[in-house]
């Protein structure tokens, strides 16, 4: 027994499916003849349906028929792909959505208004007929009308039954196609105390009478065609062979080479997919918390034996911090998804968001191939949802205003992903009109945010626009102006210890990037000492460690500045930050970290060395507390609490601001 719920497992392939055809839908958009896209889409909602009847999901199946119907005509070049039908059928699937998560729900209203849109979608559009004979498009696998008589030899693999297979279905299928006559085969049943009772033995012959054309029937057993014994011949009313034969196989067809090379089926179908498991995302997180514990219990190994002056202790501490490292390593890779997956989201939010406000919109991605850790990119899809559309609404004029103002009709929304580091760099970017800033100022001023005749850095005002309930939009919209969603944007960034930074150029248009970790689970980080205590800073934020003498320490004071090639830098003194009340070391070292193009240096007693740090959440008592993003346990069972960079810098450039002011 596997423990895994069927009915979840086929939810789960259905959203997978779900992801395929929309795809398919929107590719379709941008060439309405693609001959690919329609195929693609009609084998998806085929998928679709064969799944949900095998699972008992009739009203899914039943609707969804119709949508594959429509496609087939289509993909016959009965009827031309119009962008009514793509956005019918896109319609449809949100439906179909519903379908899977309340079946027992009264849905009939809403399929019946949906199915007459499909109707109305195709009967509006069918193909010119001439002399009675529907003309065929190019590229069709359509095939010239008439009856014809096929014989087929049907043998489905032994475990097909095991693996949620209806052989009856596929058989109704056959027969709903026109007349029929079906008889079993029964020259392969073993003895009877040979059979077990999951196994089918049973093949069967079919002679059918159809106008449907070959391609039809062979769908009938998309599934299964690889594995299965599939003989069809196309025969005249004499009896004679008239067609060309699929070679039969006693052994199971894994790769269809003989098929493919007999009646012009494709080769994808018979080329060998790569074997995946699927496993549930709660296990993976259950796995990945037993190496975070792993490598704690390396680590309180690792000090035990350099304690210790054992030399077989401290092999085996060395090979065990090896195999923990590679096991950590392989565990990461696992979790690690590409972040086109999360942008995959939003061409279909783009493309209904193009009709809603009647904006013409163009999404480009850039670098989907980019991967990051499969947490943060379920945590990242809100915020970014909530960035796009506000792009689209306050960002991106209407073609009218773009046409005045010189600018191409068609607004351009670009998301593009890169890795930096430790960290993956999201930029959401338009080309739009561009942020006010005198109506920002405005704002602030009105909601007590700034004060009237304040000197604001150009940062320090455009970051205004993530205060809550702070928005310039002059009236309510389906779509903003209730000042809710750039705050959550922020709050959500920063707790998973990422920065957002924005730039904007009026009539030119707005650049937000996030700056967010890989992974939220282990970093590679630095253990630094400050008073009795021990930090941790990322790793991936250290730029270099300098020296500060007490003499330098002393002459800094009042200014705190440390000159590094010829510029300044602003440093903090951890001590007195965390007010630890200890006299400082006569050599102290500062650290300097880096946030985007910002620097502070962070002054500490002793830099203790690398760190494997497992991160565990703050409780929530001490969630709002600034400067700490996190902690960690160490090797030897202390607690020590990891540096929020971002927040720490941000603190060193409002210090350094406040000194040049002053003169």
């Known amino acids: 027994m596997t423990g895994l719920d069927p009915i979840q497992v086929f939810r789960t392939e259905a959203n997978e499916l779900f992801e395929q055809i929309e795809a398919g839908l929107l590719d379709l958009l941008h060439d309405l003849s693609d001959r690919d896209q329609i195929d693609a889409v009609f084998r998806g909602l085929h998928t679709l349906k064969g799944s949900g009847a095998m699972f008992g999901f009739e009203a899914l199946a039943s609707f969804t028929h119709h949508c594959e119907t429509a496609f087939d005509r289509v993909r016959k070049g009965e009827v031309p792909a119009t962008e009514k039908l793509v956005s019918a059928v896109l319609d449809a699937q949100d439906h179909m959505r519903t379908l899977i998560e309340n079946p027992r729900g009264d ?56 693996k949620g297979t209806n052989p009856l279905g596929l058989l109704d299928e056959l027969a709903s196609m026109g007349e029929c006559e079906i008889a079993a085969d029964r020259s392969r049943l073993p003895d009877l105390l040979a059979m077990s009772p999951v196994d089918l033995y049973i093949g069967w012959n079919v002679l059918l009478r159809t106008e449907r054309p070959r391609s039809e029937i062979e769908d009938v057993f998309m599934f299964v065609i690889d594995e299965m014994e599939l003989a069809i011949e196309q025969i005249s009313e004499a009896g004679d062979n008239a067609g060309t034969t699929i070679s039969a196989s006693s052994e199971p067809r894994g790769a269809s080479e003989k098929m493919a090379s007999s009646n012009g089926v494709s080769d994808a179908k018979g080329s060998k997919t790569s074997e995946n498991v ?39 501490s060395e090979d065990v911090d090896r195999l923990s490292g590679e096991l950590r390593d392989t565990m990461m890779v696992l979790r690690m998804v590409p972040v086109g997956t999360l942008f995959g989201r939003f061409r279909r939010l783009v493309h209904d968001l193009s009709r809603e406000t009647g904006k013409a919109i163009e999404l480009i991605t850039e670098g989907e191939t980019t991967e990051v850790d499969k947490t943060v990119i379920e945590r990242l899809a809100d915020p970014l949802v909530h960035l796009v559309r506000n792009s689209i609404d306050h960002g991106l004029e209407h073609p009218d205003e773009r046409r005045k103002a010189g600018k191409d009709q068609l607004g351009k929304i670009t ?35 700034v004060t009237p005749g304040a000197s604001l850095l150009d940062q320090e005002l455009l970051q205004l626009i993530f205060q809550p309930g702070f928005s310039t939009a002059e009236k309510v919209t389906s779509l903003s102006g209730r000042g809710v969603g ?23 248009g707005s650049e937000i990037t996030l700056r967010i970790p890989l992974t939220l689970a282990i970093i590679d980080g630095l253990l630094v000492r400050v008073g009795a205590t021990r930090h941790v800073i990322p790793l991936s934020a250290v730029e270099e460690c300098l020296e500060l003498s007490l003499e330098e320490d002393i002459r800094s004071r009042g200014r705190s500045f440390i000159s590094l090639r010829d510029s300044l830098v602003p ?31 962070l ?32 090797g030897d069972g202390s607690v020590a609490l990891i540096l929020d960079v971002a927040q720490l810098v941000a603190k060193g450039q409002r210090q350094e601001a406040q000194m040049r002011a002053a003169g």
């Open 107 to 162: 849905h009939d209203a809403q399929s019946e208004a949906l199915l007459v849109r499909l109707s109305g979608a195709i009967d509006g559009q069918r193909a010119a007929v001439d002399d009675g004979v529907v003309r065929q498009r190019s590229g069709s696998r359509a095939e010239p009308s008439g009856m014809k008589t096929w014989k087929l030899a049907i043998r489905l693999p032994s475990d097909a039954m095991a």
């Open 278 to 316: 699927r496993v549930p995302a709660e296990r993976l997180d259950e796995l990945m918390d037993r190496v975070g514990e792993l490598v704690i219990a390396q680590s309180r190994l690792s000090q035990l034996a350099s304690s210790i002056a054992n030399v077989q202790l401290r092999d085996v």
């Open 415 to 449: 998301l593009a992903a890169a890795q930096a580091g430790g960290e993956v760099i999201i930029t959401i970017r338009d080309d739009g009109r561009g942020i006010n800033r005198e109506r920002v100022r405005a704002k602030g001023e009105a909601a007590g945010l």
């Open 486 to 508: 750039m705050d959550v944007v922020k709050r959500t960034v920063e707790a998973l210890r990422g920065t957002i930074d924005i730039k904007s150029e009026i009539g030119i």
């Open 571 to 601: 440093f903090i003194r951890l001590r007195e930050l965390f007010q630890t009340g200890t006299e400082p070391e006569l050599h102290q070292k500062c650290v300097i970290v880096s946030n985007g193009p910002e620097r502070v240096g």
């Open 603 to 634: 002054v500490v007693d002793q830099i203790i060395g690398d760190h494997q740090t497992v991160i565990k959440s703050m409780s929530k008592l001490h969630q709002r507390v600034g400067t700490f993003s996190g902690a960690t346990i160490l």
